[in-house]
């Protein structure tokens, strides 16, 4: 079924296909998926959606030919619906910005629609409890585009103003250190109690682990953090309960329980 667009006309889907099982895609991104006459994206996030695939073109891209894509599945948009796949939320370093750039700078009109999904914080923090329930900030390590100077600013901002850190892109084939870096940045002003939640593969059929430690202790886990984890940093009010990780929300303050 075509997800409220005639055959003719073409649009262009950038869908957020969740951490990577069936059961946390949303009704809309399967609806679109499914409605689609081409899907793009690279090859682990098509084989997330292996089964939505029927008689729909797929392009496979790879890692690092982002700018390509995005160019490619607006061309094709112009006649057919496009659905552009992008891991978890299409906004959190997701495909989302580089298709609207990159639509702007084109003389192409065509119709986009962003389609969320559940982002890799939401995956890992469901795993580890309830570690992120007051406010927090999302930090990748990656320095492919963004400078490491301007991501230890924004380390520090984070940590001194007590948010818990999410932590996203902690380690590439490429850049083994940024995560230890990482560490010490926010130990210069966070207490080495406060727990860590380490997740990976969250709420994938294959491969997940879930570490819960200390922020003194982190760096005894450094080697099973890679490119498929997210580590979630808590606050100064974070405690361990029962292996799970509780930022409270304040209730305690103004109600007995
Ligand atoms: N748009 C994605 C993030 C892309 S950046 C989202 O919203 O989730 C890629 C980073 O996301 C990875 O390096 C890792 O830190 C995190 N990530 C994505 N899926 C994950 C999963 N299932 N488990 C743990 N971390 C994940």
Do not use: C
């Amino acid at each position: 079924m075509s997800p409220s667009q005639s055959q003719s006309s073409g649009k262009l889907y950038v869908v957020g296909i969740g951490p990577g099982s069936p059961q946390h895609l949303t009704l809309r991104a399967v609806e679109v998926l499914e409605g689609a006459h081409v899907i793009i994206g690279n090859g682990t996030y098509l084989d997330q959606i292996e089964h939505l695939i029927t008689d729909q073109q797929v392009i496979r891209s790879g890692m690092g030919k982002e700018v390509d894509r995005a160019r490619k599945a607006i061309e094709l948009a112009r006649d057919r619906r496009v659905a552009m796949v992008s891991g978890g939320d299409s906004n959190v370093y997701g495909m989302a910005g580089l298709m609207l750039e990159v639509a702007q700078h084109t003389d192409l009109d065509v119709e986009i629609e962003i389609v969320p999904g559940v982002t890799a914080l939401s995956a890992v923090a469901s795993l580890l409890g309830a570690p992120v329930v007051s406010d927090f900030a999302i930090i990748s390590l990656s320095d492919l585009l963004t400078p490491w100077d301007v991501i230890e600013k924004r380390l520090e901002a984070a940590t001194t103003s007590d948010m818990v850190i999410g932590i996203y892109n902690p380690k590439s084939r490429q850049r083994n250190t940024n995560f230890s870096r990482a560490v010490d940045i926010i130990r210069r002003n966070r207490a080495d109690t406060v727990p860590v939640g380490i997740v990976k593969n969250a709420l994938r059929p294959k491969g997940e682990t879930v570490i819960v430690t200390t922020l003194g202790k982190v760096l005894d886990h450094d080697e099973e953090v890679d490119m498929s984890t997210t580590v979630i940093v808590g606050n100064s009010e974070s405690r361990i309960w029962d292996s799970k990780i509780i930022t409270p929300r304040g209730y305690h303050k103004k109600y007995e329980y």
